[in-house]
């Protein structure tokens, strides 16, 4: 299976709304059954996790750039792992009160839908890319 790099716009966006939509769906069905919370309120939780992620990846990436022009470092390994720990952090200091407040939640509580949400991301997103990968690889394969 080769990977097409030369996406359009329209399927980058086509790719993220996506994504979004079925992990907040996946989450907040998950959320409400393990948590026993109603499905309105986890629902609210994802989708403003979203929001909020997609805000911080831009002002978060936007200082991280920042911060390389001025010390003239480079992307190595242990850098870009330092790039994803700082981001989720950050993320996760953010979203923790946020969860407390919508789901009535004590501060651990929050804490570990949070550190649970982190961990839910890692796997899907290696698994919704290489699905959607291969889905578009047949499909315009097939299509020739």
């Not at 939780?45 to 936007?62: D, E, G, K, P, Q």
């Not at 804490?111 to 890319?129: D, H």
């Amino acid at each position: 299976m080769k990977v097409e790099l030369n996406k359009s716009a329209k399927e980058r966006l086509f790719h993220a709304v996506l994504f979004e939509i079925i992990a907040n769906i996946l989450i907040a069905v998950v959320m409400a059954f393990v948590l026993r919370i109603p499905l309105l309120k986890t629902s609210i939780l994802s989708c403003v996790s979203a929001l909020t992620a997609m805000a911080w990846n831009y002002i978060f990436n936007m200082l991280f750039d920042r911060l390389q022009q001025h010390y003239e470092f480079n992307r190595n390994l242990l850098v870009r792992i330092l790039h994803a720990v700082g981001f989720e952090a950050g993320l996760i200091l953010v979203l923790t009160p946020v969860a407390m407040f919508l789901l009535s939640l004590p501060l651990a509580g929050a804490f570990a839908v949070e550190i649970g949400l982190v961990l839910f991301f890692l796997p899907y997103t290696v698994v919704f890319n290489w699905l959607y990968d291969y889905v578009r690889w047949h499909l315009v394969s097939t299509s020739l």
